[in-house]
C-alpha cells in the first residue's frame, strides 16, 4: 500500500535490501 510496505517485503525476500 504504501513504499514501506514494500521495503518490508524486500526485507523478508532479501534481507540485505532490509539493510539499505
Known sequence: ???F????TSCIIS???CHI
Open 5 to 8: 510496505a514494500r521495503i518490508s
Open 1 to 3: 500500500m504504501s513504499v
Open 15 to 17: 534481507r540485505a535490501a
